[in-house]
């Protein structure tokens, strides 16, 4: 009887490789260096649901698996090593990066603006000129535990590599951005998928370090994929309704006259203002009354690793603390009678600029007119039919933690600022709405959003 051969053993990588090539968490084991928050990043979670929902599997010391290992070290490094003296997976003296076709960025601009920053281009969802470091992490990492990488495929070897690409999470909670208009844009969680690829040449030296990366991706896609049903305010039109044909009472009630004079424009002082005024935020935290910087948040104390669930609990407290804070000060929303007019005006769905002039209110599906195209926008094109939001959930179910428990609670607790406008227009999963520049709401959020508290470091911004 012939003998069954077993599946062939891994191939054996080169002899004298860099370790950042051979092991995807080698940059994590350097002690010697200085890290953003005071020690090494926790990635754990994020290698855990890149191994349950990969699409590829490269044999180890493969092509492949190297390029794939140098860019999860590199990307470790640009997002937590804050001297680039530091990094060992860039050539310093060549290092450059750019992004579809852009002017070459240095590793020094990266540092300073972040890696979200360096890379997305100011849409109607986003903006690097109105977000700072610490609002950009705070804005990507509270919708998605994880966002995991992997490489599809290999074009060609060293000294130039070209591969594709693929990146993914899952939208546990909402998206919090500023956009390119210094609007607040609110995005509510579906619970789907967030899947998005690109291709990447990079120029690496001898010792495999990067000297040029030049990435290709279309970083609207995202975008797509988070608010499929577009940016989507309420606005109330002066359509007549024929409203004759109802068994009910029609008499006009006394507390209606009020309601009936007032403008619509009257309903939500709060969501309307003068022109917008460019906010400045500045990278700092606030515990009680004390303010701290960046450096004095890296180096305060750290809770050890057997103290991560107490310290979340900790932190989900202040968090439910400052939103039922936030929820009492809120003012109510305005309601469809509020727009109302003696001719019963309709509010319908439409796409509009959130200027100042603009009150808005909501309505069910079922009174809303048919329209095409309602989602036109430089984001997400204009179609006719609505994309439907992603529920396919690819996310590791089966490792559950104090970051998943946080983000499924409801987002005025994981995003403790102001929602004035989200409560004014009520969206629903796959929509998002934007809030005025200039309004106090804004301002809040800006404020809350650029703080980085001690004990978000280890809890939220110290992880991938």
């Known amino acids: 009887m012939a003998a069954v051969e077993g599946p062939a053993p891994p191939a054996e990588p080169a002899p004298g490789l860099p370790d950042y090539v051979l092991d995807p968490n080698a940059v994590l084991k350097d002690t010697e260096v200085k890290w953003r928050y005071g020690r090494a990043p926790d990635y754990s979670k994020t290698r ?3 191994e349950e929902t990969k699409k590829m599997s490269h044999e180890a010391g493969s092509l492949p698996d190297l390029v794939e290992n140098l860019v999860k070290n590199w990307e470790i490094e640009a997002s937590f090593k804050p001297e680039l003296a530091d990094w060992r997976t860039v050539d310093h003296d060549n290092y450059t990066f750019a992004i579809n076709g852009g002017p070459p960025q240095s590793a020094e601009h990266m540092l300073k603006v972040g890696t979200y920053n360096a890379i997305i281009a100011p849409n109607e969802y986003y903006s690097p000129e109105n ?6 992490h705070k804005t990507f990492k509270r919708m998605m535990p994880t966002f995991a990488w992997e490489v599809i495929e290999v074009y060609s070897g060293p000294p130039v590599v070209a591969f594709k690409w693929r990146h993914w999470g899952t939208m546990k909670n909402d998206y919090v951005g500023f956009n390119d208009k210094g609007e607040k844009v609110t995005a509510k969680a579906h619970g789907g998928s967030i899947d998005i690829e690109g291709v990447t040449i990079a120029q690496v030296n001898d010792k495999l370090q990067v000297q040029k990366l030049e990435t290709w991706f279309d970083p609207l896609e995202m975008f797509r994929q988070i608010a499929p049903h577009g940016v989507v305010n309420k606005e109330p039109t002066t359509k007549k309704v024929d409203v ?3 068994l009910v ?5 006394p507390e209606d006259a009020e309601t009936t004079a007032r403008k ?16 400045t935020p500045k990278i700092a935290s606030v515990e009680g009354n004390k303010v701290h910087t960046e450096e004095q948040v890296r180096d305060a104390p750290q809770p050890q690793e057997d103290d991560a669930e107490a310290a979340a609990d900790e932190f989900v407290d202040a968090q439910e603390h400052d939103a039922t804070s936030t929820r009492t000060e809120a003012k109510p929303a305005p309601t469809t009678e509020d727009a109302s007019t003696d001719g019963k005006a309709l509010p319908i769905r439409s796409r509009s600029n959130t200027g100042s002039e603009q009150s808005w209110t909501k309505v069910s599906s079922e009174d809303l007119p048919q329209q095409t195209a309602i989602n036109s926008s430089s984001v997400n094109g204009n179609v006719e039919t609505l ?7 690819e ?4 490792h559950v933690d104090s970051i998943d428990k946080f983000l499924e609670r409801p987002a005025d607790i994981v995003h403790p600022h102001p929602h004035d406008m989200e409560k004014a227009v009520q969206p ?6 934007a809030a005025a520049p200039s309004s106090e709401e804004v301002k809040k959020t800006h404020e809350e959003m650029s703080r980085i508290t001690p004990m978000e470091c280890p809890f939220l911004m110290n992880r991938e």
């Open 264 to 279: 619509p424009e009257d309903t939500q002082e709060t969501l309307s203002g003068p022109e917008p005024v460019p906010f």
């Open 387 to 393: 994309p439907e939001v992603r529920t396919g959930n």
């Open 48 to 50: 855990t649901v890149f």
């Open 249 to 253: 009472d029609t008499a006009p009630k």
């Open 395 to 398: 996310q590791a179910t089966a």
């Open 244 to 246: 004759a044909p109802k």
């Open 428 to 433: 629903e999963a796959g929509e998002a709405v």
């Open 131 to 136: 977000s700072d470091f610490a609002s950009s």
